[in-house]
């Protein structure tokens, strides 16, 4: 038997770490020939475009540098898997790919959209009598899929962010005159990266003086009180925004870039310059923006070590769960306790998971709707412990490189 392996959505610090986590599973069982990678997640097995991983991961050393490679090494894709009812052809097409290729499992690696391919896939195959099994891997630096206590990658973006904004602190507070620097947080709808720069204080930082979410309500006016409060007590005043913030009586389409995909998420980046201007206009202030964009999601010469070791650890679950014939599922975890801090693997219908979000937790936002509480920081923690031993050449991080025809 072969078995098939996809990555989808938006990248992350350990996306590949669940790849290696399936690959070194697959190596170990005796039942499994070739390791298929899909290129650009479900559409290389629509197009029946496939690379056999075994060709290009030769060593132990490849997979340990895959390991510390961000982004997806087979590309991505955000494609909305249709209805069968609708383009049954996609789904004969996959089945083509599937039965040429002899693969016995298909694993998807993706978030909450990617979950809703797992679910479609597995009940076409199973309405077909086809004892193909397909399981899903859960990533996404928005840590916002049901279920699960949290998603690889995440843990590697809250280090990075809280990393960066207490950078940002020391930079912002150079000078004598007063100034307000706003960071501009990704999570598309749900506000978990931005409110873990609150982790900080577990450092004794006093900033992020101000944290912005969208479960909260927020109006510019409010916004503007908040800081001049803020800005009665500290020098340097820094605001931790997540993108996805709506403001009240404004249209996102003032702030926010506007294009759509095909899941109908709107592209999100904005909002970080659009309060500068408020603030520029209303207090007058030195003020700065600073969008930490892409870089929350392949900096991985910060990434967590238990974020990485986890990724690859769920990626070997995902194929013995598939092994011992579960399909439709998706891998999580389960948190057993914060300190010290253990999880186990579990696994659930990935219909539980596919479109839905898990939104931050109000009970941890503060009544005023501008900080988190520090009852979020025994949560934050343990996912940003652990270092990676970055391989280094030319005093510079080295990267899995992709085979030529895969770039
Ligand atoms: O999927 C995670 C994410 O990084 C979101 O935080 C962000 O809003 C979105 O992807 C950006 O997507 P893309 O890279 O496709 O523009």
Known sequence: MNIAIAQS??????????????????????????????INGIEGMISDELINLKSIIRTN??????????????????????????????????????????????????????????????????????????????????????????????????????????????????????????????????????????????????????????????SADRFIEDVRRQMAKHKAVVVAVSEGIAVEGTEPEEFQSGATDVFGHKYLSGVGKFLERLVAERIGCKVRSVELNVMQRCSSHLCAGTDIDEAERIGRHALRAALDGNSGKMMYFRRVSDMPYAVTIEMTDAANVANKEKKFPLKWIAPEQNQVTDAAISYFLPLVQGEVDIRMKNGMPVHFQRPLQMR
């Open 61 to 218: 050393e490849d997979m340990e540098l895959l390991r510390q490679t961000p982004s997806t090494m087979l590309g991505s894709c955000r494609y909305k898997l249709p209805a069968y009812d609708t383009e049954p052809e996609i789904y004969v097409r996959i089945l083509n790919t599937l039965t040429i290729h002899r693969i016995g499992v298909f694993l998807y690696i993706g978030g909450n959209d990617s979950m809703d391919t797992v679910v479609k896939l597995s009940k076409f195959l199973q309405d077909k009598g086809s004892d193909i099994r397909v399981i899903g891997v859960p990533k996404t630096i928005d840590n916002d899929l049901p279920i699960t206590d949290h998603t690889p990658g995440f843990g590697s973006a809250v280090k990075y962010v809280a990393a960066t904004v207490q950078e940002i602190i020391r930079d912002s507070s150079v000078y004598s005159i007063p100034s307000v620097t706003i960071v501009e947080i990704m999570g598309r709808h749900s506000g978990w990266l931005a409110a873990s720069s609150c982790i900080l204080r577990a450092n004794g930082e006093e900033a992020p003086h101000l944290i912005y979410l969208p479960e909260a309500s927020f």
């Open 9 to 38: 959505g938006g990248p992350t610090c350990a996306i590949n770490a669940s790849l290696v986590g399936v690959f070194r599973q697959a190596l170990l069982t005796e039942e499994i020939d070739a390791v298929f990678g899909s």
